[in-house]
């Protein structure tokens, strides 16, 4: 039986986690551009993003926390990540020249997408190594069971809200005009390239 401080600790999780998992980024953007085709696309995207994120709590939980603000992988997982992020955006500028609705795309599925975009944003592991480790160490005051407990709780999040837009943009695509859908893949683009450069500036600031 979860005992009410646990439960009031899980409650937490939740506005917590989806406060960042809803925050606009290149994940969300991905999100809407694999949903254009599949309304599952969020839970692979979700699934890629636990291959990142499940492992990285066990580390966190495992003392390695100093490792991810370590000012050297900062710069490296930034500089690497911004250079990915920006191609995956030019590459989906350059599919917007084809027809409407026939190869508006990112180069790998959505699986992979969830990887690669989780493993390249550096503030995805900043986020872990602050508010993150808090949640976890709380967690952890409940036992091996509450850390599981909190780790399923926190990726059902994830897979809700990255589910719920990509279901959301399948359901409504019919409704995009060829204007509209320029506009909002140019905008997930741009988002994509955008966050890149941030991060590949930020690595010398």
Not at 4 to 24: E, H, K, Y
Request: net charge positive; aromatic share 16%.
């Amino acid at each position: 039986m979860i005992s009410a401080s646990f439960g009031l600790f899980l409650l937490s999780t939740v506005g917590i986690s989806l406060s960042g998992v809803m925050a606009p980024g290149p994940l969300t953007a991905a999100t809407i551009t694999k949903g254009y085709r599949d309304k599952y696309a969020g839970i692979f995207i979700a699934l890629g993003h636990a291959v990142i994120e499940l492992p990285l709590m066990a580390l966190i939980y495992f003392g390695f926390a100093h490792f991810l603000s370590s000012p050297e992988v900062k710069r490296i997982v930034g500089l690497i990540g911004g250079l990915m992020l920006i191609v995956m955006g030019v590459m989906l500028f350059r599919t917007m020249s084809k027809a409407v609705g026939e190869a508006v795309d990112l180069p790998y599925n959505s699986f992979t997408t969830g990887i690669m975009l989780t493993g390249a944003n550096p503030y995805f592991f900043l986020w872990w190594a602050t508010i993150g480790i808090a949640l976890i160490y709380g967690a952890a005051e409940f036992g091996i069971y509450g850390l599981i407990i909190f780790a399923i709780v926190h990726w059902a999040c994830d897979l809700f809200w990255e589910q719920f837009v990509s279901y959301t943009v399948f359901r409504t695509r019919h409704l995009w005009t060829a204007k509209v859908q320029r506009i909002v893949f140019g905008i997930c683009a741009l988002v994509l390239a955008g966050f890149g450069i941030w991060f590949c500036v930020s690595v010398f600031s």
